[in-house]
Every structure is written in structure tokens, then in C-alpha cells.
């Protein structure tokens, strides 16, 4: 299903593209274009508000819309778009609710569990059969056991990163960190810098706690652009950003250490909080990165993870170092869930003493390198692709295809075929990177997701030769 | 400690007592108290608002403070305090925090557990065991597990409430569960009614969502005073009550079908949201009550609820009815913190189904109603005693004593012995309850407990002996 001013704005784009409206020309007028493609004069705002944000189109006051330099060569500060509400459509929460999850496939339930999972459920089982009298009649504090949080802070001191344990609260998994970060640091209204593209879970949190996005570019390779960041923050008083230095999704992104103290001097020169998206660290195909929060020295960088990505999306346990709002944040934990459960976070620490994550780790290091090998392998023959991420940690990689591919056609048209793909808008809340896709490699190359992989050249082929309005 | 204003206000309630101002009177004037007192402007009128709060003292504007009719007979319109901000003081929030969740004595980790828990983990540690392939790498649906939530049905159809595993969305817990029911259908500075006295968690939730209180008397055998909810409606726009019919603490008042389908019509008249908290529902020692939301026919109440009064409090498992917010609700589930663990439900699930939950509740009614027996001989023993709730379900009973005995201050030397109260305070927004405690009879009357138990009568004289300013 396309919306009209969707249809409006890729005939605009074709427009553009065939050069009946060079760089520099002005576009008709909005009356113009309601009278010509007989459409509303909401729907041809719509559609040029859409092209604006995503740089392709400049309004100039009491003049009208001009078509901005080509596209494939912005200057950053023309692809940064003004802070706005978060909107996420309809669509793109049904994608998200149903399928962001899968990656090609969905879940499949067989085959042996990995040995690690078989050792870490030992430990919950031993956890569960140790509690004693009452003890499950008592909610755990509020920061979570004392136990897990001393193995979190020692596996943090392996990585270069010195905290203890009272720095550190326990939370249901990274997701629920970054909302009580959010809670803690930022108002309604307040202005929040996310990555461009970025977590669309960040996203849908901003929508529902009223907080304004300003997306920064990111390049698929070092992350966040900190020259960019700065524009952003000589424009507009930014709250908090959000970012996620090491291997960030969709792209893999490995932020370097020069562009890591760069945003700390900005944050400290303006007074903005750092909200750094841990998660992915431990997937770090030779080592586990040190985080941006070792290099905190002023209490101002929030620092959320968990063990989803690395271990177990089922253990619903993540952790978070709350610098200076680490009170409020432990205090929001209390509030909106009271405590966390104690059996199930003493089994995870007799795991991580006993040794059991770290050499999860380490077989798990070479085995995610290996399943990226083989996606670079494909991806390398797929038409229409103008370039790929090709990560050192991580579980996924961004491959921009030429302009005119639809990713969100071919979306539905994987979905007949029982393919799951995670269309490029998802990460963005401007509708950019319509000719983008996430492709993940967190999973085994079977047989059945190599047939998956295997459809996906066609569907590109498809997308391209859609027909345009 | 006792801050200055809290002097005043004991000084003020003292002259009221020994009729230095009778009912009518006016006090002197602002200016006066300072001079006369040599406090700030501040402080006096910090005493004057919490005393006109209370309903002792009444504000006639550009003439003074007078006072009210007598505190034993207060109508109840004169009881009611306007819509307020809710500011749960410095001290308040330490005894939540550090010592509102044990009762008597802190907690002892000895003995043998339960039966019930027993098998509970055996089923739980089943799960773990029937993990498979790469189940532990996707997350649980939003909604939660289809199984648990059909057997929560089920258990829901036998205390009279038909209901759907679609309409039930698990949480972290029923504190959880009440967070997502106010987030869902209140705005901040929205007013909301609660019970008073009533549970000191919502309180706190209605502060960190910028939520305002209006605080609508119960009576400790049948809960919140339909008579005076209405009065709060004619005054007030309301935009939720929050409610606990069945045993709510601290009293462990059952609110009688009359008032349920009352305040079901006021509600329907003055378009306002019914959050029923009905963690204390299986607690009954005869039976589980049907909840109100059996007698919601316009999908305007939220019920919540979990298994930790009745179970476990280490499970933190809750789950939530939404009525028209439903899909808001579990959309911010999703965002806040994505999924739960689906091995924990699907353990659950199967105790549910074996009839271990059944059981358990059966054997635990009369363990229960036998503990709070004790208690209640206790209780009839204690000094300056007024009187105290005698529940048919629930873990506690709310005992008020004479007006000059004061809690805090009990609270104090108690935990100077080592013995762990929970103040009447701890219940309003107001500063009522100052001569009220909660006592509970969760827990087994063993030699430790019935000792600290024996010690209270001793702080009860020692409270009301204390000096007064």
C-alpha cells in the first residue's frame, strides 16, 4: 500500500532524478501541484516536509521549495534535519511489532541448545533449588543482587572500564535501561541527538516519553559523525544523545577513540548527557571494546546493556552505571517495577564466576566472524547494491542499494515468499533510507536461511523495476 | 529527627486538644506564630497546610486559619483535601526503600521452602530444560506467553470473571502493571483519586509521572467511600481512580458489590479510568472475590495484578487487563522493556496447569486466616489501641491508635531493637496517620517474630509518653 504523498514525493524524486528539476531549480508551487496531481494541500506539504528532511528539497521563506545539491554528495549540514516529535507510522509499528525481531526467517524452534545456554540453565536450575524459607516472599533491593552486579563490574575492568559494584543496577534488559536513562535525564519537549540511522527501539521510546529527535549522520564504519554532532549543537540545545559506540545497529558500526573524546568534550562544553547503547559490545568478533563510559570524567555518560545480544534474549536482565542520575535511576527502577528476580540473577553470576560467559565469548567471537564471512560473500553478488558495512562485531550489516530501489516493496513482496527482511526507514523517523536494508548474521547459515538469502537478489531485481507513479 | 514544622504542627494539635482553640476558633495569625515561635514565614505556613490538609484546620480567605470541627467526627466532605501534588518526603521515601518491604524483622533466609515453591521451580527448571535451538536468541511476543495467559483466564473465569487470553498482557510485576495502566490513560497534572490511606507505591508512581492526588477516605472494612468519591467528582475533573477492592492494604478491607457497581456508575457518568489493583485478590482465606472489572461492561477498567502476595515475590511476574488501552498498554510494554522470559512464563504456565496454583491457594486460606487470628489476640492486648481491621484476606491489619501516639516516632525506637514497622504516614500524601500503623501477618508467627511482636506494646507508651514541644 502506498499512501499519496508518497506517491507524490517519488514522483517528485523521479522528477529530480530525470533532471526537469536540476539542482538550484525552484519546484511548482503547492497550489500548483494540488491543481496538477489534484491532491489536498496537506498531502503535497506532506510530501515536500518529507523530501526537506531528508535534504533533497530546501524551503526558503516566501519563495517556495528548491531542489538542493545532488543527493549523492551532501555537505553534512544539509542532511541534518530540525528536531521533531517522533511519528512512527502505522506501518512501520506493525514491522516493527511482528517482524523486527526475525531476520529472514522466523523463529525456528529445534536443533540442540549451544552449550553455553545448557550451562547457564544449570546455574538458574542450582539458583532456584538453593533459595530457602521464605526468601521468595521478600523483593530483592531495588540495584539488583549484589553477587551479578560484582561480576558485571569485573568483566567491565577486563575491558578497561574501572567501576564497582554500586555503580551498577540491575534492569529487565537494555531496553528498559535506556528508558529509565531517558526518564532520569530528559523532560518532555527536551531535544534528544540519536544516530541517523539508528535503534528504532530508541525511537519509539522518544515518541512515548514526548522527546524531540534530531538525527545525526552516522558513516557505516566509525559510527557517529562528531563534526556533524557539533552543527547539531551549536543549532539547538540538545538534552541527551544516544549512541552506541561499538558495533551499533544496523551498520556495525566501531566508533574510534578520537571521535569517542570528541563527543565528550562536546557533551561537556554543552552540558548534554551521553546515553551510550552497550549492548553489542561483547559481540566484538577479537575483543570486547572498552565503552565511552571509561572515559567519563564528569558523571555524564549513561552507560545501558544487557546480556540479549551477547548470551540470551530470554533472560530479560540487562544492567545500568547511571553517573550522576544513578539515585533518580535506581529510584524510577523501584517505582515502575520494584525489584528484579534474585534466583535468576544469582544463576547468572554463578555462571559468569564459574567462567562460563567469558568462554561463551570466546567461541562466540569466531563463530559471529565466521557468519559474517559468509553474508559478505553474498552480498557481494547481489545487483543493484552501492555498498555494504563489513563489521568487526556485531550481527548485522547495512547495504545501501542504488537510489530506486523500493526496500519497502520488496518488504511485502518478501513477506509472501516467507521472508523477513528490516526495511531501511525502520531506523530512522525522517522516512530516509528507503534504499536500505539490514541483513542479519546472527544466526546459523542453514540450509533453510541460505534458501531465505538466496531469494533476496530477485526481490531486489523486483523492487527496482517497480513500476514509479 | 523532627523538623520545625513538624514542632509547630504537634504544638498547634496539642492547643486544639487542650482546647485552647475549640472547633470555630481562629488561630493567630501567620505573623504572630513567627514572632511568637521565632520561625520563618515558610515554616509556619508549611504547619498550617499540612494541618488544613489533614482537615483540622480550615483557610478562610483574608481572614486566618480556623479551626475545623472535631478530628473524631469529621463529615466526610470535610476530610477531603484538594488535588495535590504528590511529594513524598525525604524521610518517607528511606523507610520505603530500606524498610517498608519487611515486616516485624528483616529477612531471614533459613528453613525449609514450601511445598508449593518446591514444585513451582521444579516446573520452572523443566522449561529451562525443554529449551531448544535458538528460542533463547528471539524475544517472547509482547502480549507474553499464549499459555500462561490462557491459564490466567481460566483461573479468572473461576472466581467469576470471563475474560480472554487476548486481553491479558503479562508484566514484570503488578507495580509494573500499574505504572503501564497510568501511562497509558492520564497526562501529566492529570488528578487522579486514591484510597486514603492506600498503598504507598502508587503514591510514588503518581510523583514520578507528574500525576496529582486527591485522596478519597476508606473505611477499614469495605475500602474507598463511594459517598465520597462522588463529592471528589462533583469538585474535581478525575481522570483515573486507583482502587484495590479486595483486601487492599493496609487494611484488608472487601469492598461489598453495592459500592463496586456505584462507583462502576460514577465513574460511566464522570468518563473516569478505574485502575483496580487486585494483587491481594487470591489472598482470601475463603475464597477469590470476583474484581470489579467482572462488572465492567464499557471497557473502562484496568485490572492488574501478579503472583507476589499470593506466591512468590522473586517471580516478578504480573499481568495486566487493559479494557480500551489495551493495545496502548502493550505497546508500552514493548517499548519500555520489550518482552519477558518465556521459559519463566511457560514454567508458570505449567504449574497453573498441573493444579499446583490451586492447591497451593487452598492450603494457604486457612494458614493465613489462622495467622492473622493470632495476631488479632495480640493486637486486642496492645495499649491505647482505638481500633484495628479485622480482614477475611490480605497480609495485614491497620491499627489505629489514640491521637498523641506517634508512629514516626515508634518507628524509630523500634528500629533500635531491631524490629521493623511500617507507619501510617507511609499511606497518604497528606501526613495523616501519624497514629496508625500497618501491621502484617505475611509470615509465620515464629519464635523471632512473636518476640519482636512482644516488643511493641513497651514503644506504644514509650510513643505516647514522648515529649511534646
Known amino acids: 500500500m502506498t499512501y499519496r504523498y508518497q506517491q507524490l514525493e517519488k514522483w517528485i524524486l523521479q522528477g529530480i532524478r530525470d533532471q526537469r528539476w536540476p539542482p538550484g531549480e525552484r519546484l511548482p508551487s503547492i497550489r500548483e501541484l494540488c491543481e496538477y496531481k489534484q491532491l489536498s494541500k496537506a498531502t503535497v506539504m506532506h510530501a515536500l516536509q518529507r523530501l526537506e528532511a531528508q535534504g533533497i528539497l530546501e524551503a526558503r521563506p516566501k519563495s517556495g521549495y528548491y531542489v ?34 526475525f531476520d529472514l526467517l522466523p523463529m525456528l524452534n529445534a536443533g ?62 537494555c531496553q528498559h535501561a535506556l ?36 538525527e545525526v549522520p552516522t558513516t557505516i564504519d566509525s559510527g557517529m559523525d562528531p563534526e556533524a554532532l557539533e552543527q547539531v549543537l551549536t543549532k539547538w540545545k540538545v538534552r541527551a544523545c544516544v549512541l552506541s559506540p561499538a558495533f551499533s545497529t544496523p551498520s556495525g558500526a566501531l566508533m ?3 571521535s569517542r573524546r570528541r563527543i565528550l568534550e562536546l557533551a561537556s562544553r554543552h552540558d548534554m548527557a551521553v546515553i551510550e547503547d552497550d549492548i553489542y559490545a561483547d559481540t566484538g568478533f577479537t575483543e570486547t571494546p572498552p565503552p565511552i563510559k571509561a572515559l567519563d570524567t564528569e558523571e555524564r555518560v549513561i ?30 527502577k523501584l517505582v515502575t517495577q520494584l525489584a528484579s528476580s534474585r534466583y535468576l540473577q544469582q544463576g547468572v553470576a554463578e555462571f559468569m564466576a564459574d567462567g562460563g560467559y567469558a568462554s561463551h565469548l570466546r567461541r562466540q567471537r569466531s563463530v559471529l566472524s565466521a557468519r559474517r564471512d559468509q553474508l559478505m560473500r553474498e552480498l557481494s553478488r547481489w545487483p543493484h547494491v552501492q ?3 563489513r563489521p568487526a562485531g556485531g550481527l548485522a550489516s547495512w547495504v545501501e542499494f542504488s537510489p530506486d530501489v523500493d526496500v519497502l516493496a520488496m518488504y511485502h513482496q518478501a513477506l509472501k515468499q516467507g521472508v523477513v527482511l528490516t526495511p531501511g526507514p525502520l531506523f530512522s523517523v525522517s522516512g ?38
Chains 1, 2 share one sequence.
Not at 437 to 452: G, M, N, Q, V, Y
Request: glycine share 6%.
Open 179 to 214: 528508558f529509565l536513562a531517558l526518564m532520569a535525564c530528559c523532560e518532555p519537549g527536551d531535544v534528544i541527538a540519536v544516530e541517523a540511522p539508528g535503534f528504532y527501539g530508541v525511537l519509539q521510546l522518544l515518541q512515548q516519553l514526548g522527546l524531540k529527535a534530531v
Open 387 to 389: 555498498s555494504f558495512s
Open 68 to 101: 538542493t545539491h545532488p543527493a549523492n554528495t551532501p555537505s553534512v549540514s544539509s542532511r541534518i534535519a530540525p528536531p521533531r516529535p517522533v511519528t512512527v507510522s502505522d506501518l512501520l509499528l506493525d514491522i516493527m511489532q511482528r517482524s523486527a525481531a
Open 432 to 469: 530516509q533510507y528507503r534504499n536500505c536494508l539490514r541483513i542479519s548474521f546472527a544466526h546459523p547459515w542453514d540450509e533453510k536461511r541460505l534458501e531465505a538469502l538466496a531469494k533476496v537478489p530477485q526481490l531486489i531485481r523486483h523492487a527496482k523495476a517497480g513500476p514509479i507513479l
Open 256 to 258: 574510534p577513540e578520537q
Open 303 to 332: 552507560l545501558c546493556s544487557s546480556f540479549s545480544k551477547s548470551l540470551s534474549r530470554d533472560l530479560r536482565l540487562g544492567w545500568i552505571s547511571g553517573a550522576r542520575w544513578h539515585e533518580r535511576i535506581q529510584h524510577l
Open 112 to 173: 540442540d541448545l549451544p552449550v553455553a545456554m545448557v550451562s547457564l540453565n544449570r546455574c538458574i536450575g542450582r539458583a532456584l533449588r538453593r533459595q530457602k524459607g521464605s526468601a521468595h516472599q521478600y523483593y530483592d533491593q531495588p540495584a539488583g543482587d549484589a553477587e551479578l552486579r560484582k561480576q558485571l563490574a569485573l568483566h567491565a575492568a577486563r575491558r578497561g572500564w574501572s567501576t564497582g559494584r554500586d555503580q551498577l543496577c540491575i534492569t529487565s534488559g
